[in-house]
């Protein structure tokens, strides 16, 4: 079964550091998401990116953060300079299609980010 | 933001039924569904119901929706020791894909 694949499965870096996070997408999907998991917190979402470009955002996803589509496969969140409060699960996700409760988003496993 | 809460945790007997609740704050949500979270995997869409639907039923699974009241049930029915997971209950709205999650609640299923 396809599946949505995130490397690595945990990156500590130090504060004031850049990170990227890696994900591959299912190789049909045109949707691509971020959402981060700070622990005992709930699930929140950071962004979502179609036909190369931010098609929304949140508040969490300020300057620090980018999203790229460098290759046909890869889907990456960069933090710019990480803070103590970035440390978090961040999971990334893809679907077909979107707006709709039978336009499924498969997730990765999730990156866990420690910053330190 | 809207708010998406559920219990922190759940523990039941294997064979008996699991009931997880959600309430949400929302009153544009359009759908609302259930994922369930297995250690060291992603998130899994269980099942998911339309908001103007107020029941959904798969397999061993039944959702209930009180629109009205804004409260969301999962029922599993037989829980089984391989239904021990995190459960999170999301919505989200006609405008976008963003989900709203809660925070989950953690089965543990004994046997």
């Known amino acids: 079964e396809p599946e949505v694949t995130q490397t690595p499965s945990h990156q500590v870096t130090q504060m004031g550091q850049e990170v990227i996070l890696h994900c591959v997408p299912i190789?049909?999907?045109?949707?691509f998401y971020w959402y981060r998991q700070i622990l005992g917190q709930k699930v929140e979402f950071l962004v979502s990116f179609y036909n190369n470009e931010i098609s929304e955002k949140s508040e969490i996803f300020d300057d620090q953060f980018s999203v790229e589509r460098p290759d046909g496969s890869n889907f990456t969140l960069k933090i710019r300079s990480t803070k103590l409060e970035d440390s978090a699960m961040y999971f990334c996700a893809s679907s077909e299609e979107t707006g709709g409760a039978d336009t499924e988003a498969f997730f990765g496993q999730g990156t866990r980010l420690t910053v330190v | 933001g809207e708010d998406v809460e559920q219990s922190l945790f759940l523990s039941v007997r294997e064979g008996d039924s699991s009931v997880i609740n959600c309430t949400y704050t929302?009153?544009?949500?359009?759908?609302l569904y259930w994922y369930k979270q297995e250690p060291g995997a992603g998130l899994q869409l269980l099942t998911y119901i339309f908001s103007n639907m107020d029941m959904k039923q798969d397999q061993r699974l039944t959702v209930l929706l009180n629109k009205k009241d804004k409260h969301l049930s999962l029922r599993i029915a037989d829980t089984q020791t391989g239904d021990s997971a995190i459960y999170f209950c999301?919505?989200?709205?006609?405008?976008?894909?963003?989900?709203?999650f809660g925070k989950g609640t953690s089965l543990l299923v004994t046997p």
């Open positions: 929302d009153s544009s949500s359009t759908y």
């Open positions: 999301a919505e989200s709205s006609n405008s976008g894909y963003a989900l709203n």
């Open positions: 190789s049909n999907h045109l949707y």
